[in-house]
């Protein structure tokens, strides 16, 4: 069974700089997909950026980008130029490429970013 | 406009009682899932339901029941063998539950806040 952790309970980050969210995860699969979601306070979950194993080229969504290191199983979110409404958990999480599988997502246990004016 | 909704937005369970959590998507999604949130711990999955008619068990699905009867409802029923229910309980829906295309997604409603009196 794949797991999916991320170490920093909670993180905080001043307005204009740039904040580093980590998520390791664990899995014997070769292909799969990776997703950092973001709940503010609402508790609307949003789809901020995702990544495909295969691609070597590491995503980037506007002033999200991941860093993605398939070798050492390491998925870290680069937020830059931090907005006020950046202010959310951060959710980590991983789908299997198997068909079987479909698009049920392992999620680790979150991060607290918390923004700064 | 499309989208997924949940009710009620809070509920409350006396001991001993059931109670039935709400879920209806008009996205003409075949797959749904029911997520468990609580503090600290992520997203887990308690059931999901690839088409009509059709579901399987998640990873804590023990206290809990559903039924996929239309394609558009995924009503949960938290069930008195459920011990500690008190969490927030987001339902989910994707395209397809076989579909691995970059864009599929899944999309998420709002949640509904379970409280044991």
């Known amino acids: 069974a794949q797991t999916v952790t991320q170490s920093q309970p909670e993180m905080s980050v001043q307005e204009a700089e740039t904040v580093t969210l980590s998520c390791t995860y664990d899995?014997?699969?070769?292909?799969?997909?990776l997703f950092w979601y973001k709940q503010p306070p609402s508790r609307q979950m949003i789809l901020v950026i995702r990544q495909e194993a295969y691609k070597q080229q590491n995503a980037t969504e506007n002033r999200f980008s991941v860093n993605f290191q398939k070798a050492a199983k390491s998925f870290s979110l680069k937020i830059s130029d931090s907005q006020l409404g950046d202010a959310a958990m951060y959710f980590c999480a991983y789908r299997s490429y198997k068909e079987t599988s479909g698009s049920r997502l392992t999620f680790g246990e979150g991060t607290q970013l918390t923004v700064n004016p | 406009d499309g989208g997924i909704t949940q009710s009620p937005k809070y509920l409350f369970r006396k001991e001993g009682q059931n109670v039935t959590l709400s879920c209806e998507q008009n996205l003409n999604h075949d797959a749904m899932y029911w997520y468990r949130q609580d503090p600290g711990q992520g997203l887990r999955l308690i059931y999901y339901s690839q088409i009509v008619n059709d579901f399987q068990k998640g990873d804590i699905a023990e206290g809990y029941s559903v039924s996929r009867e239309k394609k558009e409802s995924f009503p949960l029923t938290v069930t008195s063998a459920q011990k500690n229910p008190t969490a927030f309980y987001l339902c989910?829906?994707?395209?397809?539950?076989?579909?691995?295309?970059?864009?599929?997604?899944?999309?998420f409603g709002s949640g509904t806040q379970l409280s044991v009196l």
């Open positions: 899995t014997s699969e070769s292909d799969y997909y």
């Open positions: 989910a829906s994707s395209i397809g539950f076989r579909v691995t295309a970059v864009g599929e997604k899944l999309f």
